[in-house]
Structure formats: C-alpha cells, structure tokens
C-alpha cells in the first residue's frame, strides 16, 4: 500500500493516473481498504468535508468524517459487499449530499469500499429559492385576484351607485398591481437575457430623484415616514435611459420603505462623486445582517422570510436595480447597521 | 484476547464513541431544525435516531467493560478506556437533551410561533461546534483543543441568558404564551446543558493526553441570579401595573 493510497495490486504509474484523475473529478471519491482505512480522498471530497487529505488518508473514515450514515454504508461495502445510495445531511458542514457507495474486488480476494459523494446543497438551495419565489408571486397575484373577483361578484349582484363607483376605482387599483409585477418579471426576464434594450438619452438626475419621491409621496406619508430629496443646486446630468433610472429610484426607494418603520426616515439623494454620479437612498430601518449583504441583489433574495411575509416584497427590486445600474456602466452597493438603518449606493460613470 | 486484538478492539470502540459523536451531533442539528420549522416527522425522526445511540452506548460499555477486565491495561490505554466510559454517558445525555428538544417540537404542535427562532438556532450551531470540536479533540488526542472548546461555552450562557429574559418579558406581557415561552426556555436550558456535556469531554480528553485531570469547567448559569432577575421584571411589572 503507497502512501497516497488505492490498492497496491494497481502498479505505480497507474496508481498515480488514478489519483489525478480522482482529484480533478467535481464529486467527491473515497476509497477505504479492507482494513477500514482511508487509501484516497480526493479534493471534491476534501471541499465537501473541508478535511484534508493529508489528515483523512491513513485512518478510519469516522475519524475524520463525523457521518454516521456514510460510515455506516462504507462498513456494509466491506464486510458484506453492499452496494447502497442515499441521500444523507452532513450536519459539520451544512451539506446535502447523495452518496453512493460501492464494493470494489481485489485481486487478492478482499474488497475496497468506494464512496463517491455529490454536493446536492446548491441544487437544494435553488430548489428552496424557486418554491418561495412561487410562492410568493402566487401569493402577491392572489391577493388583488381575489379582490377583484370579489368586488366583481358584488357588482354583479347590483349595488348603488356610490359603492359601484368605489368598487371600481379598487379593481383599477388593484389590476394596475398585477399589471406592475408582471411587468416587473417581464423586465427581469428580459434583462437576464439580454434582451433589453436601453433608449439612452440626456437625463437630469436631480429632476429624476426629485420626481420619484414625489410619486412616492403619498404611500410614505401613509405609512408615517419621513420621504425627502436630497438634491444639489447644480445640475447633475448624465446619460442614461431616463424610466429606467426612475425605476432604479423607484425601486430603491420601494425597498427603504418597506423595511422602515413609522416614525423613521427616507432620504433619497444624488451627487457628484469624483468623476462620476451616485444616487443614494438611505433609511432609519432595521438594517441587513451583514452575512446577508453579499445577496441583496440576487433574484428573489429575501433577508429574512419571517420579516418579510409581513412587508411582502417579490424580492426582485433590488435585482432589477443592480441590472439596469450595470447595463449602464454602473455599479451597486449596501451599505448597513443592524437595528440603525441601511444605505443603497448606485455609481455611474460621467 | 491477545495484544493484538486487545488494540483493535481499543480502536473501534473509539471509532464507535465517534459514530455515537456523529449520531448525537446531528441529532441536535435536526431537533432544533425541527423545532424551528414545526416538523413533527422530523421529530419523531429524532426520537427513533435515540435507540441507535443507545445501542452504541451499550456496546461501547461492554467493551470497555472487557477491555479493563481482560487485559488489565496500564497507563494510557486505562486512561483512554476511563476516558471513553465517561464520554458516553456524557453523548447519551446529549442525545436525550436533543429527544427534549424533539418532544417539545411535538408538544407545541402547531401552535402559532411565539416569535421567529433566532437566538436558539445560533445557541444550537455553538452547542453543536462544541461538541464535534471536542469529539475532534478525542479522535486526534489534541489537548490545546480540548483546551480551546470550554471558553466557547461563555457565549452559550451569554445566549441562554438572554433567551430567557426576552422569552420571561414576553411572558409577563402575554400569559396566553407561558406554555409556549416556558417550552422554549426549556429548549434553551438543554442546549446550554449540551455545552456543558461537551467541556466535560474536553476534559477527559485533556486527562487522556497530560494524566492529569483537569476541571475545564466555566462559571455555571446562575439559576438563582436569572431566577432573581425574572422575580425583579414580574414585580416591577405590577408595580407599573397597580399604578
């Protein structure tokens, strides 16, 4: 037996072949000898485990590998010749992983086990986002679904005039909300395949802040915060396509509202940095927990779901903003304190 | 038994402390992700997982049992046999702790959350880490980390303490969730009882390395302190109250 492991009926050169091999295939491989002890782990198995091979070859696979389940499998392959799968948690590190385990013959009459092990967790984590992004645009079209329908039924039973008028106003209400999601994933799907095309022209940022906290307005009063514009005298112009900047502004300012409670404040803002431009929306809100800002703008990326369901958001705000930011020339950033406020920063080239 | 087979029975029954570490381990993980996702299959999962782990228990006693009394080991090989004695019963308490847990994921049903599980899932993946790290420490003989583990176990209390004031407030404010806060505090009692188990097999595996024993042993949570505490929140509560 070499130190690096695989059977010694295997000759030199082949043993070191297969090692190659095995550490450059994306899942993970562990071999154990008759004996029960670890004679390869390759580097998806080292990633997996975060063990290194250095420290699992030589011993017994539980030694280094705290999996009961896995442990147990690679026993059954060696004493009894069991071939099994299954799908098993790492709990060390947080995996979910298929495993499937196999005897190998020797030429001396004895058996190896082989485990290969593949990372299902990204797979899994996808999985979760997709459900709760169904869910949730569902639930988001739902809701104004069975208003509407709900009025209409009304309507049709007959009802005065000023209900009729009331009625009305709501349905328009709520089918502009649906009308804006799906627009809104329609953009999304769009720009994610690069199908969107952007009518550049002057924009006058000052103007664009000014108005989008304008349309914001009403909503921000309704929910008792203070919404303001923070614009210099001077002109700030760049080029860009102007909806799709309000949107960003929109968008933005959306988000800071949501997680703000009554009483707090919203300042959206736009400055000359440098030889560029930034717009900035700042809130008194909760704040981000700082594992969470590397995802804030991942599709339907939502910080904390428990929070969330009360503030119902399509998590594709922020998404959508880094987008439209990128697709001219720009970049995005969070800034945040927990518990004191957040801080969303877009740059622009001049 | 001969020397030969007396070290290869040795070295499974520490592989078998390790698959008991491994079962215990994840137990705790599932319970508290039970708990906090109301999964009463995966609760009753954990209780099933709790005959395996005695099963080894009972196996890994009885070859210690034979070890010391077949071959009369000296020195280390008796310290490591002692040391794994007093680690099992230390996992199987674990594993009843993590069985609390999963029966009160069942007890509280589908009765609505009394607020989201934060504090208790980050007392799990520290009363967790404790343990795998000290199980590490066994399977390796590293004393600087059985050493490095217990001071871990401050940030458990510090965690405990607080659950159990926010849970004591809430309860004070709303009776209608003392059944529901109390079961938490529960919760968070065992978890703060499994950091504890984990120091004391820190401890036998720093006996096993330097054969001397060692007490690795934090401040305990103060009971009566948080007992006094919560006495002095109910009674400044009725004073506000009676005004």
């Known amino acids: 037996m070499s130190a690096a492991g695989v059977p010694n009926d295997i000759d030199a050169a082949l043993q070191q072949r297969f090692l190659a091999l095995a550490h450059a295939v994306p899942v993970g491989i562990i071999v154990v000898n008759p004996r029960g002890r670890v004679t390869a782990f390759n580097s998806a198995a080292e990633e997996i485990f975060a063990v290194p091979a250095a420290r699992a070859v030589g011993r017994a696979l539980i030694e280094t590998v705290r999996n009961f389940e896995l442990d147990r499998r690679v026993a059954a392959a060696l004493s009894q ?70 009025m209409v039924e009304t309507l049709q039973a007959g009802a005065d005039a000023q209900a009729q008028a009331t009625f009305l106003d709501s349905i328009a209400h709520e089918t502009d909300r649906m009308i804006a999601l799906v627009e809104e994933l329609l953009d999304l799907a769009r720009m994610e395949s690069g199908r969107l095309q952007l009518a550049m022209g002057p924009v006058e940022l000052g103007d664009l802040c000014r108005a989008a906290v304008a349309a914001q307005a009403a909503r921000a009063k309704g929910l008792g915060i203070e919404l303001s514009a923070g614009v210099p005298p001077a002109p700030l112009s760049m080029v860009g396509d102007r909806d799709k900047l309000f949107q960003v502004m929109l968008n933005l300012i959306d988000n800071a509202l949501r997680n703000t409670p009554s009483g707090g404040r919203v300042t959206a803002s736009v400055r000359a940095v440098g030889d560029g431009l930034e717009i900035a929306v700042d809130d008194t809100g909760c704040g981000i927990p700082v594992d969470a800002l590397p995802h804030l703008f991942e599709r339907f990326f939502v910080v904390d779901r428990s929070r969330a369901r009360n503030i119902s958001g399509t998590g594709l705000g922020l998404a959508i903003v880094k987008h439209i930011v990128e697709l001219h020339g720009g970049s995005v950033m969070a800034l945040s304190e927990l518990n004191a406020g957040s801080q969303f920063l877009c740059r622009f080239p001049r | 038994m001969g020397r030969e087979n007396f070290h290869r029975i040795l070295e499974e029954t520490q592989q078998d402390v390790l698959r008991m570490g491994s079962l215990v381990e994840e137990a705790i993980a599932k319970a508290v992700d039970a708990l906090t996702r109301a999964d009463i299959a995966l609760a009753d999962e954990i209780l099933r997982f709790d005959d395996y782990i005695d099963d080894l228990n009972v196996l890994i006693e009885s070859n210690c049992l034979n070890l010391l009394a077949l071959q009369q080991p000296m020195a280390s090989d008796l310290r490591v046999i002692a040391a794994m004695l007093d680690i099992v019963i230390d996992l199987e308490r674990i594993g009843d702790h993590a069985c609390d847990i999963a029966q009160i994921t069942k007890n509280l049903g589908s009765e609505p959350p009394l607020k989201p599980l934060v504090d208790i899932p980050k007392m799990a993946v520290l009363a967790r880490e404790m343990v795998r790290e000290s199980l590490d420490a066994f399977a390796n003989r590293d004393a600087a980390l059985a050493h490095a583990v217990p001071p871990k176990d401050d940030e458990v209390d510090r965690l405990y303490r607080k659950i159990f004031r926010e849970l004591i407030e809430i309860m004070i404010k709303d009776p209608t969730a003392i059944s529901r806060g109390s079961n938490l505090i529960l919760v968070a009692s065992y978890l703060e009882r499994i950091a504890d188990h984990s120091t004391n097999i820190c401890e036998r595996v720093v006996y096993t390395v330097e054969g001397v024993p060692k007490n690795l042993k934090r401040s305990v949570v103060e009971f009566k302190t948080a007992i006094a505490q919560a006495d002095e929140m109910l009674h400044g509560h009725e004073k506000t109250g009676s005004q």
């Not at chain 1, 992983?97 to 290969?116: F, N, Q």
Request: no cysteine; hydrophobic share 40%; charged share 35%.
């Open chain 1, 81 to 150: 010749g069991i071939e099994s799968a299954a799908e098993v948690t790492h709990v060390g590190t947080e995996r979910r992983l298929r495993v499937k385990v196999m005897p190998l013959g020797r030429s001396d009459g004895r058996r190896d086990a082989v485990a290969i092990v593949e990372d299902l967790t990204a797979l899994r984590d996808l999985t979760e986002l997709r459900r709760d992004f169904v869910s949730n645009v569902s639930h988001e079209l739902r809701t104004p679904l069975t208003a509407v329908k709900i």
